[in-house]
């Protein structure tokens, strides 16, 4: 079974930095994409970033593109999403996901993602 756990959210002023891990459990962790999502009160789940494990691409949400980065550390099978230069509109539940890997991530929506972490909260204060 796919287990995805999140861990690294919580409250930081515009400007700061936080950093998240999406931890994997229960598949062959070279064999996925995961992909990193927010969603905020009363909008609708959007991609921000994504890494295939094997092949090292990368997405960027152009939102995020030059403020975020994603990386793997694939003998902990653990995906990072650092975030710089934290806005007030960054303010969401993020969510890390899993996907067989594919060769166009820029094409994975939500509903191409089977195994979903719980979720952890990032609040920007202004």
């Known amino acids: 079974e796919v287990q995805l756990v999140e861990s690294g959210g919580g409250l930081v002023q515009a400007g700061g930095s936080l950093r998240l891990s999406c931890a994997g459990s229960?598949?062959?962790?070279?064999?996925?994409?995961i992909g990193w999502f927010r969603q905020a009160p009363g909008k609708e789940r959007e991609g921000v970033s994504c890494i295939s494990i094997i092949g090292g691409s990368t997405y960027y949400a152009d939102s995020v593109k030059g403020r975020f980065t994603i990386s793997s550390d694939n003998d902990k099978n653990t995906v990072y999403l650092q975030m710089n230069s934290l806005k007030p509109e960054d303010t969401a539940v993020y969510y890390c996901?899993?996907?067989?890997?594919?060769?166009?991530?820029?094409?994975?929506?939500?509903?191409?993602?089977?195994?979903w972490g719980q979720g952890t909260q990032v609040t920007v204060s202004s």
């Open positions: 996901a899993a996907v067989p890997d594919f060769p166009e991530l820029n094409r994975l929506g939500p509903t191409d993602f089977g195994s």
């Open positions: 229960g598949f062959t962790f070279d064999d996925y994409a």
